[in-house]
């Protein structure tokens, strides 16, 4: 895949079989909690580079791309800089509640969708949540 700016924004929301999220909280955003995620780099295909944020940020290797479930919600073409912003929901379900963290996340939560609006979360993954999950 050719692109001149590759780098759309991706987000995981990770569902173990209790139905509860997995969030985690990273310096990123101050503290506040969040699902994995990150950029795609250039040659990567979006399910390639949301499963290496994940093991990256999270250390969940048992994760595979044909778990995933694709929504796509393209922002009309909005710019940042010189990055297409495209945002991507993805819903994977972990065979395990085992997760390692690397130094990138400071801690994680698994918590049912409705008990995380009381954590203090990253405003993109609060909405996320209530329009998707709630």
Same mark, same amino acid.
């Given at each position: 895949?050719?692109?001149?700016?590759? !780098?759309? @924004?991706?987000? =995981?929301y990770?569902?173990?079989? *209790?139905? $509860?999220?997995?969030?985690?909280?990273?310096?990123?955003?101050?503290?506040?909690y969040?699902?994995?995620?990150?950029?795609?780099?250039?040659? !990567?295909? @979006?399910?390639? =580079?949301l499963?290496?944020?994940? *093991?990256? $940020?999270?250390?969940?290797?048992?994760?595979?791309?044909?778990?995933?479930?694709?929504?796509?919600?393209?922002?009309?073409?909005?710019?940042?800089?010189?990055?297409?912003?495209?945002f991507?929901?993805f819903?994977?379900?972990?065979?395990?509640?085992?997760?390692?963290?690397?130094q990138?996340?400071?801690?994680?939560?698994?918590?049912?969708?409705?008990?995380?609006?009381?954590?203090?979360?990253?405003?993109?993954?609060?909405?996320?949540?209530?329009?998707?999950?709630?």
């Open positions: 895949m050719d692109r001149k700016y590759p !780098e759309p @924004v991706v987000g =995981a990770i569902v173990n079989p *209790k139905g $509860e999220l997995l969030l985690v909280k990273t310096h990123k955003w101050d503290g506040a969040c699902c994995p995620g990150g950029h795609v780099e250039l040659g !990567e295909t @979006v399910e390639e =580079a499963l290496r944020e994940i *093991k990256e $940020e999270t250390g969940i290797t048992d994760i595979e791309s044909h778990n995933f479930i694709c929504m796509y919600d393209y922002l009309n073409g909005a710019y940042y800089r010189k990055k297409h912003m495209i991507l929901d819903k994977v379900v972990s065979k395990t509640s085992a997760v390692t963290l690397n990138e996340a400071q801690s994680y939560v698994w918590v049912l969708p409705k008990d995380s609006l009381k954590l203090p979360l990253e405003p993109f993954t609060k909405k996320t949540i209530e329009d998707y999950f709630l």
